[in-house]
């Protein structure tokens, strides 16, 4: 009886381990919407494009790119990378009251939000960004080759700040990176909104993306 028992938890322990070798893959996001997206209030435009895996491998490679999703067997650590830009040309308005309110805006990080299959995330930061693949990189030997010290220079070079001051005439570009279980398809909305120094709200820009 002993004997059939160990038979039968060896055939079980084998079933789950092929399934989970099979099963497990990048998990990849892919938009209808490769064109940018680009909204403009009171002087202030703000435009988004999505990126798709062949973008983010053509502009960084595949060895040391934080924004490739990595190898997740239930797609817990999907990866969404939007091209963000923010244009103050608030001077430029006619309105002089709206010039002297809004001569600097705020673009707080951790109130960008995406929509998207029933969850609502906001934009991993620069450093749990860089957290997240160190210690990935110390723990898998998938990533044996890769180096932290390049990540993290990548995406302080690349990813947004916590906050963005976009001080008048001036262009803030950066990447905003979000992770979580999404589904293969549907419908997210990117919401980025803006600030005046004083803490005041000025608008929520409203960004739909296909998927």
């Keep these: 009886m002993r004997i059939i028992h160990l038979i039968k938890m060896i055939l079980i322990i084998t079933i789950v381990f092929l399934f989970a070798s099979c099963s497990t893959e990048r998990f990849i996001v892919r938009s209808r919407d490769i064109e ?7 002087g202030i435009t703000v435009s988004v494009k999505f990126l798709n895996e062949d973008d983010l491998v053509e502009r960084f490679g595949r060895v040391n790119n934080p924004f490739i999703a990595p190898l997740s067997a239930l797609g817990f650590t999907r990866m969404m990378v939007f091209e963000a830009l923010v244009e103050n040309n608030s001077k430029n308005t006619a309105d002089p009251v709206i010039i002297a309110a809004i001569a600097t805006v705020i673009m707080p990080l951790n109130k960008i939000e995406i929509q998207f299959g029933g ?12 957290e997240f693949w160190k210690n990935r990189i110390y723990k898998d030997d998938t990533y044996k080759k890769w180096n932290s010290s390049k990540i993290n220079q990548l995406i302080k070079k ?3 700040p916590n906050t963005v001051t976009s001080k008048p005439q001036s262009d803030t570009p950066g990447l905003l990176v979000f992770m979580g279980r999404f589904p293969n398809y549907g419908t997210a909305d990117v919401y980025i909104p803006i600030f005046t120094e004083d803490g005041k709200q000025l608008h929520n820009f409203r960004f739909i993306f296909q998927f």
């Design 119 to 130: 969850k609502n995330k906001n934009p991993v930061n620069r450093f749990h960004l860089y």
């Design 158 to 160: 690349t990813v947004l």
């Design 36 to 42: 940018i997206q680009k909204q403009t209030m009171y």
